[in-house]
């Protein structure tokens, strides 16, 4: 089965600026709900696990990604494919620029399919839950492309962490929360980190 959906938003942000958001895999692939980790390959391509929670089914999926179409600063779209809890995962998410007075237009476009034993045990929960997620992605996408990182409550791991120049496909984890030091047992415990959506300001 496939669902496709689509809709639009607006950044401050010049399409330009916009462009080099969408192609960056270090900054796309985070967004992506369930997001659990990820190794970047090249300047197109990246593996990104994620968490798979459908009905009591639980599981991870590894989405193999590919940055398809890049055309600056107007067109960037992913296509993706995976297994996931003995079936197949296909994705596709294009966004199209356009320059505003004051920002960009982001016109987006995402379809999802799944096959194998997956659609068929959870199929009345899948197109749901596939709006569910595409509607995560593009929440974070467009917070990350309104605020500047400083009016963040939690601030996503820098780039430079997650990058090693001398191998060509280096994993990219999760952020972990530190625990406390022993001088700092008696204090509060800290809020976990939100996501970009969750951290956007009303």
Known sequence: MAVTFSGEFTSPRTPD???????DANKFGPLLPDFESMSVE???????KLRVE?????????????LSQAVRPSRAQYQGRGIAV????AISTGFDLSPLAEGTRIAWQGEASVSGKLAFMASSVLEPLSKKNLEKLIDGLRCALTYPPTELIAQPAPIASVEAPSSAEQPVQAPQQELPGEAEQGAPAEPPPQSAAENCPD
Not at 17 to 23: A, H, I, N, R, T
Not at 86 to 89: K, M, P, Y
């Open 86 to 89: 003995g079936s197949q995962i």
């Open 42 to 48: 090249d300047a197109t391509h990246f593996t990104v």
């Open 17 to 23: 600026e916009v462009y080099d958001f969408l192609c």
């Open 54 to 66: 459908v009905g009591n089914i639980r599981g991870a999926a590894e989405i193999k990604m590919e």
